[in-house]
């Protein structure tokens, strides 16, 4: 039985002279959990932002729930979540206020709304700060209701553009658990990230991309191996199939400062 539910075939992005994306071709399951890392202008938002029909490909094909990007993309929107680099959430309203405006978005009906909301915030750990001022929220905590908000109308695939960016290693290791608990639930995840341990702990499989192709692709266990040498980190992987290293910021930072740290990473990356 065919458990395939996104799938590219040659993937190509081109902005005029410059190819940001470079004959991608990879398939992830459902329910697995698909990391894509690399440095930035490898080529990783890009590839999200085509899956998620936010960007036309020049050429190649894609599909996700069997969905035609190009051609249906209509359908693969109604089927995703999408948690995109910069800010989504508004500071100026609640946390409560942030997840009913996008219940509205996703046309959840009027009667369902109220539960899906309440039980959002509760997944994701929010309950006791419902009722507060997003600009108040930590980095952690912006994070956390931004996935909320894209998992309220249910998505089979959940897509996470560096979902832990400018967070502290504490917050990054709460963001960790509630995306855990998605994947255990069930849904599909495809994520991009800097931090090689993310990858390596979260991923079931890891797609190693470097200006626009995917220099490498496996489990963390099965690209460990496939290098020589004892005691071989995914950092070690990528410095041998990519060329170079990835940096690594470590910041706790408030709602502003968020704001202003993932700007910077969209320009870069």
Known sequence: MNNVILETK?????????????????AVDA?????MVGPNGAGKTTTLKM?????????GTATVGGFDVVKQASHVRRIIGYVPQLLSADG???????????????????????????????????????????RTYSGGMIRRL??????????C??????????????AREAVWKYVGKLAESGTTIIMTTHYMEEADAMCGRVAIMNRGKIAAIGSPSELK????????????????????????SETG????????????AKRLG
Not at 10 to 26: H, I, P, R, W
């Open 10 to 26: 040659d993937l190509t992005c081109k902005f005029g002279a410059l190819t940001a994306v470079n004959g991608v071709s990879f």
């Open 253 to 264: 930072e408030r709602f502003r400062d968020v704001s202003r740290t993932r700007r910077t």
């Open 31 to 35: 329910g697995e959990v698909f990391g």
């Open 146 to 155: 931004e996935v909320a908000q894209a998992v309220l109308h249910r998505p």
């Open 92 to 134: 100026s309203l609640t946390g409560y206020e942030n997840l009913l405006f996008f219940a509205k978005l996703y046309d959840i009906p009027g009667r369902e709304r109220e539960e899906r909301v309440r039980v959002s915030l509760h997944f994701m750990g929010l309950s006791d700060f419902a009722d507060k001022l997003v």
């Open 157 to 170: 695939v959940l897509f996470l553009d560096e979902p832990t960016v400018g967070l502290d290693p504490v």
């Open 225 to 248: 191996t496939s290098v020589s040498g004892d005691g071989v980190t995914l950092d070690k992987v990528f410095e041998f199939y990519a060329g170079n290293t990835l940096e690594n």
């Open 51 to 59: 899956l998620t029909t936010l960007l036309p490909p020049t050429s």
